[in-house]
C-alpha cells in the first residue's frame, strides 16, 4: 500500500487535465481531498478512468451513466463513487 512520492502526484495531475472543463473540476477536487492517500491499485484505476472518452468519463462522474466493459471494476467503481461526493 505504498503513497505516492511528490513527483509521481504531479504526473498524476498532469495526465488527470482532461478536455472538458468540469472534468478537470471533479477530479482535481478529488485529487485535492485525496492525492496523499492514494494506493497503487488507486492510481491504476485512476488511469483506467483517465483512458476514457471525456464525455463518458463525465456522464459517469454525474450518475448519468455506468462503467461498462473494462472500466467497470471495484477499484474504479469506488473511485468513482467517492468522486460522486465530493
Known amino acids: 500500500m505504498n503513497t505516492l512520492s511528490q513527483l509521481d502526484r504531479a504526473r498524476l ?3 488527470a487535465r482532461r478536455g472538458l472543463l468540469e472534468n478537470d ?6 485529487l485535492d481531498h485525496y492525492e496523499t492517500t ?3 491499485k488507486d492510481v491504476a484505476a485512476l488511469i ?3 483512458q476514457m472518452d471525456d464525455t463518458d468519463l463525465l456522464d459517469v ?5 455506468q462503467l461498462v466493459g473494462d ?3 471495484p ?12
Not at 473540476?25 to 478529488?30: A, D, M, Q
Not at 477499484?75 to 465530493?86: E, I, S, Y
Open 13 to 15: 495531475r498532469w495526465r
Open 25 to 30: 473540476l471533479i477530479i482535481t477536487r478529488f
Open 38 to 40: 492514494l494506493t497503487d
Open 48 to 50: 483506467r478512468l483517465f
Open 61 to 65: 462522474l454525474l450518475d448519468r451513466a
Open 71 to 73: 472500466y467497470e471494476t
Open 75 to 86: 477499484d474504479t467503481r469506488r473511485l468513482v463513487a467517492l468522486m460522486q461526493k465530493l
